[in-house]
């Protein structure tokens, strides 16, 4: 995303498409008044993008739904009217949306919805549970990574992964590591990502392998900026930094 845009690359044409665009109206003495897209996530024929506005009360944040890019419903304040999402991520066998708010240190679950109205059926999105996560064990970093895979839940938080069965809001499980750059749960397979580490686990078994960015042919202060794993053909992209002082 950038700002209110949210744009795809096209690595084989190098080029760069917009998938939706935030309009606003702008007032030249406050400039802050422009929207942001603060998080997304595509699914499908889905896209949803949580945007955040200033306004005299504040940052007001808006979930906002896009269908084939078009604008499809919005949900005004999803977590309250002073706490905005920190994280989001999705299921897409399901069409499943999950939205965590750290200072409301709680965790929201949105599905599609089927309502009749007039003798039509409407479909809109709506909060059908959350739960409280433990907002104390964030850092003063205030990260939290999501990754959910249908009836699975994984929060890294602090120094540590919560595994949820998130339809019932029972806690299963901790894993004993950091994922404060990125995580993605394929399955029972679980990719985690730290500046300084990455590993895989299974939730059954336990860990299965991983490596540090000390073990790579780099120098001292080299760190892992992202990595992207693809389960499909089990391949890790890496994204170092060499931080210089």
């Known amino acids: 995303s950038n700002k209110n845009q949210v744009q795809a690359y096209n690595f084989r044409k190098n080029s760069v498409s917009s998938r939706i665009s935030i309009s606003f109206n702008y007032l030249p003495d406050k400039a802050s008044s422009c929207p942001k897209i603060t998080h997304f996530c595509e699914f499908g024929e889905w896209l949803v993008a949580s945007v955040v506005s200033s306004s005299d009360f504040g940052p007001q944040e808006t979930l906002h739904f896009y269908k084939n890019q078009e604008l499809h419903s919005l949900v005004p304040r999803p977590h309250s009217q002073s706490n905005t999402i ?8 399901q ?3 999950v939205t965590a708010s750290i200072g409301e240190g709680v965790i929201k679950r949105w599905d599609i919805v089927t309502s009749s109205d007039n003798a039509q059926n409407k479909q809109g999105w709506r ?5 409280q996560f433990g907002s104390v064990m964030v850092p003063k970093s205030g990260i939290i990574r999501l990754s959910l895979c249908e009836d699975i839940l994984c929060v890294a938080v602090g120094n540590s992964v919560q595994v ?8 299963l499980k901790r894993l004993s590591c950091q994922a404060n ?3 993605k749960l394929s399955n029972a397979d679980l990719f985690t990502v730290s500046s300084k580490a990455i590993q895989m686990w299974n939730l059954c078994t336990g860990r299965k392998w991983g490596f540090s960015s000390d073990g790579l042919d780099t120098n001292d202060n080299t760190e892992v900026c992202q990595a992207v794993w693809n389960p499909k053909i089990n391949e890790v992209c890496l994204i170092l930094r060499e931080n210089s002082f």
């Open 86 to 93: 920190d994280a989001m991520s999705v299921c897409e066998r």
């Open 127 to 131: 909060c059908t549970s959350k739960f």
């Open 181 to 183: 750059r990125g995580i």
């Open 164 to 171: 949820w069965d998130h339809s019932r809001g029972i806690l």
């Open 95 to 97: 069409s499943t949306l």
